[in-house]
C-alpha cells in the first residue's frame, strides 16, 4: 500500500502561472465510464487540459492549467476518499503542457499486461530522501522501467536499463538481471506509475529484496534536486524532457547528427519520419528540424519553431470532444460528436 503522503511541495521558482500536476493511485474504481463523464466535466469547467486515464484499478494523469484551476482539481480529487493518498508531483511551467484534454477509460492506467496486482502486493516504496541514501550502497542495483526513447535521454548513473518500447516487454528482459536476485533491486520510472507494477513483477519472479522510487524521478527531482540524474527527464507533454538534476547536472544524449552532447529531443519535422531523437539547438536550425537532409525536403515537412515539438492537428479541436454521456444537458455541442 501507499506510504503517508505529505502536501504538495508547491513550486517556488519563477512565478510562472502554469502547473503541470502528475499523479496515479491504485484504487478501485467502480463504473469507470460513468466516473469518466464526471472527471471530463471538472476538468472542462476548470480548462484543464491533458491526459487522464481511468481504469477499475485506478487513476493515472498529468494535466496542466492555471495554478489556481490545478489547485481546485486536487482539492477535488483528495475530496474524493478514493483518491485522498493521491502524491500530486507538480511543476511550474510557462504555458499549458498540453493541447488537448483526453480523459479515457481502459483496461489498466499504465499498458503492461503483467500477472500482478500492486493492490496486494509491490516493492517497498522509498522516498526521494531514503533513495538519496541508499542509491550508492554496493549491494544496491538501480532498475529503470521505462522505455529506450527515455532512458537514452536521462537515467540515474549506473543504472540498468533495458531495450524497451513498452513495459510489455518487461518479461523478455528480466533474465538479463537474474544474476542480481541476491542484490537490493530498486525501479524507477517517471513518476512511480509503471514501478507499482514493475517491483510488484519482479517479486513475483523471485527477486527477494525490491524496492520503488515512489514518486519516480519527477519527484525525486522536486524534493531532492535529482543528485546524481545524468540528463533530462523525459516526460509526455510538451516540453518533451524536462530537466531535475540542480545538484550535479550533466546530459547522457549526444546530437544524432553531429555527436555533440545535447538534452534536446525533437521529432523529425517530416510528418512520415516523425523520428524522435536528440538533435542540438543549432543542427535542428540548419536542417529546419528534420533528421537527414533527405527529410528536410519533403514536400509536407512541417515548420520548425525551435521545439521540434508537433501537436497532432488541433485546428477545430474543442475539449468536449470525447465528452458524450451528459454533454448535452449542461453544453452545447457544435460538432455533433
Ligand atoms: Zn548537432
Ligand atoms: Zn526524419
Given at each position: 500500500m501507499y506510504p503517508e503522503t505529505a502536501p504538495p511541495i508547491q513550486p517556488t521558482?519563477?512565478?510562472?502561472q502554469f502547473r503541470v500536476v502528475l499523479f496515479y493511485i491504485y484504487t478501485p474504481i467502480d463504473q469507470p465510464e460513468v466516473y469518466r463523464d464526471e472527471h471530463h466535466r471538472f476538468c472542462l469547467e476548470h480548462n484543464l487540459l491533458g491526459r487522464v486515464i481511468i481504469a477499475e484499478e485506478g487513476l493515472n494523469g498529468s494535466v496542466s492549467g492555471l495554478a489556481a484551476d490545478c489547485a481546485a482539481y486536487m482539492a477535488w480529487l483528495y475530496a474524493d476518499p478514493r483518491f485522498a493518498a493521491i502524491d500530486f508531483k507538480i511543476e511550474s511551467s510557462e504555458k499549458p503542457a498540453f493541447q488537448k484534454l483526453h480523459v479515457r477509460v481502459k483496461t489498466e492506467i499504465v499498458n503492461s499486461d503483467l500477472p500482478v496486482d500492486p493492490l496486494i502486493r509491490t516493492g517497498i516504496h522509498l522516498e526521494p530522501a531514503a533513495f538519496k541514501m541508499m542509491?550508492?550502497?554496493?549491494?544496491v542495483v538501480l532498475v529503470d522501467m521505462r522505455s529506450r526513447y527515455e532512458h537514452e535521454v536521462g537515467k540515474f548513473k549506473s543504472a540498468i536499463t533495458f531495450e524497451m518500447d513498452n513495459l510489455r516487454e518487461l518479461p523478455e528482459h528480466v533474465q538479463e538481471i537474474e544474476h542480481l536476485k541476491d542484490k537490493k533491486i530498486i525501479t524507477y520510472c517517471t513518476g512511480g506509475v509503471k514501478c507499482e507494477k514493475a517491483s510488484a513483477y519482479l517479486l513475483e519472479q523471485g527477486f527477494q529484496n525490491v524496492y520503488q522510487l515512489h514518486g519516480g524521478i519527477i519527484k525525486y527531482g522536486l524534493e531532492e534536486g535529482g543528485e546524481d540524474f545524468d540528463g533530462a527527464c523525459y516526460v509526455f507533454?510538451?516540453?518533451?524532457t524536462t530537466e531535475v538534476n540542480r545538484v550535479n547536472p550533466s546530459t547522457v544524449a549526444h546530437c544524432h547528427l553531429c555527436n555533440t552532447p545535447t538534452n534536446r529531443m525533437v521529432n523529425c519535422a517530416n510528418p512520415e519520419c516523425n523520428d524522435h531523437l536528440p538533435i542540438c539547438a543549432a543542427c535542428g536550425w540548419t536542417l529546419e528540424g528534420s533528421c537527414s537532409t533527405d527529410c528536410r525536403e519533403h514536400p509536407r515537412k512541417r515548420h520548425y519553431d525551435g521545439t521540434g515539438y508537433y501537436p497532432r492537428e488541433t485546428n477545430g479541436y474543442t475539449p468536449l470532444l470525447g465528452y458524450r454521456s451528459q454533454a448535452k444537458e449542461k453544453f452545447s455541442l457544435k460538432t455533433g460528436a
Open positions: 521558482g519563477p512565478e510562472t542509491k550508492n550502497n554496493p549491494d507533454d510538451n516540453r518533451v
